[in-house]
Every structure is written in structure tokens, then in C-alpha cells.
């Protein structure tokens, strides 16, 4: 990269260099133009005002440095000219520069010798008495100024040259210095970007800080999530191994072999359950975006989970109520049959025996708002960020005694951010707790 970076810098100096002294090129023969023209202008005006262009009168032999001085007659004979034999002259009446002269007083003209690679100027005036004199120069074409300065801007551009080598391992250096230190210290990203000269590479920096920090909350949550799962699988089947192996050697007796049998059945339960959680979880991290999206009423989906929830909260003396009226919107049927079941369980499984559940659907400021209420046991303030987090519990005794995994308000995370929506909790600890999912 740094040699992409240097190369590049070269290239782009030599090539305006060049480009620039082009362009000084042409602008100074435009301005040498324009110059001499003017003085060809004055030094005729000049040669008029003398006077000794007149017929009656004998010219004297005029000599200016690079000048040639012509005057004409009216029919186009030369009568004068300083640098040639006049009698030998062609007529010079259709010269453009006579022509325009006669027309309108002055007239000039320039033409390109291609042999000799120069440009002569001519300006023509019309004298009083109808004659026309005319001053002439020859100068150096572009070209030939443009090649004539080529061994020059072979000097310029090799000092260029030079001189940006020095320059670009420099910048190069500077510039590359930050992001070499981001990459070989990312832990200290945030010191190496206040101290960057570059405040241009504060975002990128920015970005790549993120991008590592996204990477070890990736890993730890990665690790996390292992762990927990372990852990998780590890205690039934560390229950189911152990009545197990008490029925097996025959260290219990037939009471007891029925309740063993229970604990392992219920155990069994649970690892099913959680097994088909992190499937699920697992699911729902590499799901499309919008599979299996339609047109769905949750006041209807809410209902009917509602209903199927109702002997499972009869069993544990909770009440459950639901409200709601039509809300169509834009979802998939089973994702929010699982975002309403886990959101009403939790609410089931966290409250006290004799509690009450409101379940509710109704349209708010244009959204569809799903609301679970409950006034069970709450969750403390510290702890409510982390309710969303896989496996954790806010009691962890009680979940295993009813039976939950852990997984149930990760998984409704999953769901509502699939579906663009937003998830809210309002808790106090005694007074329960209201969960408000807003489409």
C-alpha cells in the first residue's frame, strides 16, 4: 500500500508539472502574441507620425532591429521596403492585411512559415494620401517554443521528481502511521486516533474500533453462550445419569423408583426444551429477513395463544385476561405466535399465585402495540437490561422449577427485531411487569 501510495503521488506531480508547464507555455506565447502585435501597432503609428512616407519626398533608408518596413501604393506596387529590392516585389494588393487596411484603416495578418518553423506578424495602415505602409516581424512559432523548452522541463520534472520521492515517503509514512497502530494495538484504538494529525482518518479509525470491539462482544457472547449451553445441558443430564443409575443397581425402592422415573421424565422435558430453543435461536440468527411475511391480524394470533395458555395458567392459579381489537399488519403468523407465548409464560412463570396476566392488541398513534402485563414478582432495575440476554434469569430457581430455559426473551428479541419493531420493559420489583413490543 505504501508503494501504491508513493507511485502514486510521483505520477501525479511529474504529470502536473507537466500539464502545468504546458499550459505556461501557451499562455506566455498568447501573451507574446498579443505583445507583439502591440508593438507592431506602435512602431507603425510611430513611422506615420514622422512623416517621410510621402511621395514628393525621398524616403531615407529606415533600419529598425527585426522590422521590415513595406509601403505600398495604392494599386499594390511596393514603392519601399528595408529588407528587399522593391522593383522585384510582387504586387501586394491582396495581401490580407492591405486589404483589411484600405477597408478599414488598419488591418493585421499572421502567417506560419513551415519550413523555417516561424510565425511572421503583419500590421498594415492607410496613410493620407491613400498609400499603405506595413510593418512586419518574424518570431518563434509555439512549437518551437514548446520544444525548445523541453530540455528544461526535463530538469524540472527529474528535481519534481526527487523532491516528491522525499515528500511521499514522508506523507506516506505519516499517513500510515495510525492505521499501522491501530492494527498492531486495537486495545488502545481510541488513544492512537486523538493523537493522529489526520483528523480525516477519525471516522475510519472510528470504524475500525468498532468493527473490534464488535468482533470480541462476537466472541465473548460466542463463549458466553457455549458455556451457558454446557452448563444448561449438563445439569439434567447429570440428574438423569445419577436416578438412573440408582434404578439401575437397585438402591431404591418402588416408591421411590416412581418418583426417580418422574424426575428423570421431567428433566428429559427440559432438555428437550432447551434443546429446541437453541435450535430455534440458532434459526432465527441466519433467517431471512422477510420469509414468510404477510398480511396477519395479532389481535387474532395474540387471542388465540391466549386461549391455548389458559389451562397452563389455571394450573398455577393465574389469572389471564386479553383484550384487543383488529390490527393488521405486516409479519410472520409463527414468529409472533412464539414472540405472544413466550412474552405471556414469562409472565405466567414470574407471578404469584393468585396474579393476574392482561394481554392486549390494540392500533396507537398509527402502530400496532402488543402489550403483557403482569404483577408478579418484578425485576430489579439493575437487572433489566439483561432479561433479553440468552440463559439469563432473574430467578434462577423458580425458572427451573417451571421449567424455563433462558432463552424465551432472547428469542423475542430475535423476533421483533426481525420485524422492525421495538421492545419495551417497565418493572418494579413486587409490583410486576409490563413488556410493550411496538409495530
Not at 205 to 232: G, P
Not at 308 to 314: M, Q, R
Not at 335 to 354: F, T
Not at 385 to 405: I, L, M, P
Request: a negative charge.
Amino acid at each position: 500500500m505504501k508503494k501504491k501510495i508513493n507511485l502514486n503521488l510521483i505520477v501525479t506531480a511529474i504529470f502536473t508539472a507537466i500539464i502545468t508547464m504546458i499550459c505556461m507555455n501557451v499562455i506566455n506565447f498568447y501573451l507574446f502574441d498579443k505583445q507583439v502585435k502591440k508593438d507592431l501597432r506602435n512602431t507603425a503609428q510611430t513611422l506615420q507620425e514622422t512623416g517621410v512616407f510621402n511621395k514628393s519626398a525621398k524616403i531615407p533608408d529606415i533600419s529598425v532591429e527585426n522590422m521590415r518596413i513595406t509601403w505600398i501604393d495604392t494599386d499594390g506596387t511596393v514603392l519601399y521596403d528595408n529588407e528587399n529590392d522593391e522593383t522585384i516585389l510582387e504586387n501586394h494588393l491582396n495581401r490580407p492585411e492591405v486589404k483589411e487596411a484600405i477597408s478599414n484603416g488598419e488591418g493585421d495578418s499572421d502567417r506560419q512559415s513551415a519550413t523555417m518553423d516561424t510565425k511572421t506578424y503583419y500590421h498594415a495602415i492607410l496613410l493620407d494620401d491613400g498609400t499603405i505602409l506595413r510593418v512586419s516581424t518574424s518570431a518563434r512559432s509555439i512549437m518551437n517554443i514548446f520544444v525548445s523548452s523541453i530540455p528544461f522541463m526535463l530538469v524540472v520534472m527529474i528535481v519534481i521528481a526527487g523532491v516528491c520521492v522525499i515528500l511521499a515517503n514522508k506523507l506516506t509514512k505519516n499517513l500510515m502511521a495510525p492505521i499501522e497502530k491501530v492494527s498492531n494495538d486495537l486495545e488502545n484504538a481510541a488513544t492512537i486516533q486523538s493523537e493522529t494529525e489526520y483528523k480525516e482518518l477519525v471516522p475510519f479509525l472510528n470504524t475500525i474500533r468498532l468493527q473490534h470491539e464488535s468482533v470480541l462482544a462476537a466472541v465473548k457472547s460466542r463463549q458466553d453462550f457455549t458455556a451457558n449451553v454446557s452448563h444448561e445441558l449438563k445439569t439434567p443430564l447429570t440428574a438423569i445419569s445419577g436416578y438412573a443409575e440408582l434404578i439401575e443397581n437397585n438402591m431404591v425402592d418402588e416408591k421411590q423408583r416412581i418418583g426417580f422415573a418422574g424426575e428423570i421424565r421431567k428433566n428429559a422435558d427440559r432438555l428437550v426444551s432447551l434443546i429446541n430453543d437453541i435450535i430455534r435461536l440458532s434459526e432465527l440468527d441466519h433467517s431471512d429477513d422477510t420469509k414468510g411475511f404477510e398480511q396477519v391480524d395479532l389481535c387474532k394470533i395474540a387471542k388465540e395463544c391466549v386461549d391455548n395458555l389458559g389451562v397452563s395458567a389455571a394450573k398455577q392459579n393465574i389469572q389471564l385476561n386479553f383484550d384487543g381489537t383488529e390490527c393488521k399488519m405486516h409479519g410472520n403468523s409463527h414468529m409472533l405466535v412464539e414472540l405472544v407465548e413466550n412474552l405471556c409464560q414469562n409472565a405466567i412463570r414470574y407471578n404469584n399465585p393468585g396474579g393476574t396476566v392482561n394481554v392486549t392488541v390494540h392500533k396507537l398513534g398509527g402502530k400496532t402495540v402488543l402489550t403483557v402485563e403482569d404483577n408478579g414478582i418484578g425485576i430489579p432495575k439493575d437487572q433489566q437490561e439483561r432479561v433479553f440476554e440468552r440463559f439469563y434469569r432473574v430467578d434462577k430457581s423458580r425458572s427451573k422449577e417451571t421449567g424455563g430455559t433462558g432463552l424465551g426473551l432472547a428469542i423475542v428479541k430475535h423476533i421483533v427485531e426481525l420485524h422492525d419493531a421495538k421492545i419495551t420493559l417497565d418493572s418494579e420489583v413486587g409490583h410486576g411487569t409490563t413488556i410493550k413490543v411496538e409495530f
